[in-house]
C-alpha cells in the first residue's frame, strides 16, 4: 500500500465495470496529502466512485452498496 505517491490504495472493478477507489487512512491520520487530494479530485471529475476513510466498516458498507462485496461479506 502506498506505493506511488497520490495513488489510491486499492482499485475495485464492480458490476457493470464500474471502477472505484478506496484510500483507507489509520484512525487519528485521515487527512489526505495534497497529491492525494488532486488525484482524489481527478478520479471523481472522470466519473469514478472514490471514498477515503479510516474505518474499515465503511469501506465495507460502501462495497457492498455498490455491489462489488457480497452482501455477506464480513470483517472478520
Known amino acids: 500500500m502506498g506505493v506511488t505517491s497520490g495513488w489510491p490504495d486499492f482499485v475495485f472493478v464492480g458490476p457493470q465495470r464500474s471502477v472505484f477507489w478506496l484510500e ?29 476513510t479510516s474505518d474499515v466498516n465503511d469501506a465495507v458498507t460502501t462495497l457492498k452498496d455498490l455491489g462489488i462485496l457480497r452482501s455477506t461479506f464480513e470483517v472478520q
Do not use: D, I, N, V
Open 24 to 52: 483507507l487512512k489509520r484512525r487519528g491520520m485521515g487527512r489526505l496529502s495534497e497529491t492525494q487530494a488532486e488525484m482524489a479530485s481527478h478520479l471523481m471529475a472522470c466519473g469514478f466512485g472514490y471514498l477515503c
